[in-house]
């Protein structure tokens, strides 16, 4: 992925003194990860391509006539009587040329991401997060305290995943405050802000499930990881 991230040295300095600030209240262990964008969505102009040359195809099938003419006005505009292997022949370089364009036209980055759907959009940085906070959190607190907040950049998607300890204290709605502030910032072009506004959110939380105790250590790093 090319980086084209608007993440300053001062948000990183920002977001890890968030961090630290909110867990002075909390056994909880804030990690903060960043991305430009969760996947490449390759798949998506692939299906669009196939999805094009099967339209062109049905309807070939329920408007044979219309190619026929097609055909003959671009010879000249002339009847001919093509035999049924030319006319196979044509529909299958006509297939072959629309999937072509199609596939080789999304290989443009905003195009591809301007058609693929919400809902899959959604999946993949849900999947993304899920595998960050796999290996950046889960299970690696005593408490089993640890959550990550996921931002994905170009997709405006963000994701709160939370250790055993705390899913099963809190509700995935309590989280929807810091949601809404950390995607209302990233719209408006300052993804800082939204992880400083969603780090101080997760804090009040945890700091009112997860008080900090006399004995409790910082666990994992407080710094903002960019990917």
């Not at 003959?72 to 006509?94: C, K, P, R």
């Not at 629309?98 to 993949?124: D, H, N, Q, V």
């Not at 804090?203 to 990881?225: A, C, H, Q």
Request: aromatic content about 8%.
């Amino acid at each position: 992925m090319s980086k084209a991230i608007n993440m300053s040295l001062e948000d990183h300095r920002r977001v890890t003194a968030a961090v630290a600030e909110a867990e002075k209240g909390t056994d909880g262990e804030i990690v903060t990860i960043v991305t430009e964008q969760s996947d490449h969505y390759n798949d998506v102009a692939l299906h669009m391509a196939i999805a094009a040359m099967f339209l062109f195809l049905s309807a070939l099938a329920i408007f044979p006539r219309f190619f026929r003419d097609m055909v003959n006005f671009l010879a000249g505009g002339w009847e001919h009587d093509f035999t049924t292997a030319q006319y196979l022949s044509m529909i299958l370089v006509v297939s072959a040329v629309l999937f072509l364009t199609i596939r080789y036209l999304f290989t443009i980055p905003a195009l591809r991401m301007a058609i693929t759907p919400g809902s899959t959009k959604e999946l993949r940085v849900r999947h993304r997060a899920i595998q960050f906070f796999k290996v950046g959190a889960e299970r690696r607190t005593l408490g089993l305290t640890g959550i990550l907040i996921y931002l994905s950049i170009r997709e405006h998607r963000a994701e709160i995943v939370a250790d055993e300890a705390i899913a099963t204290q809190v509700d995935p709605e309590v989280w929807g405050e810091a949601m809404a502030a950390l995607l209302a910032e990233v719209k408006a072009g300052r993804p800082g802000d939204g992880m400083v506004a969603a780090v101080e959110k997760v804090g009040e939380v945890l700091t009112v499930y997860f008080p900090k105790s006399v004995d409790n250590t910082n666990e994992l790093p407080d710094r903002l990881i960019e990917l």
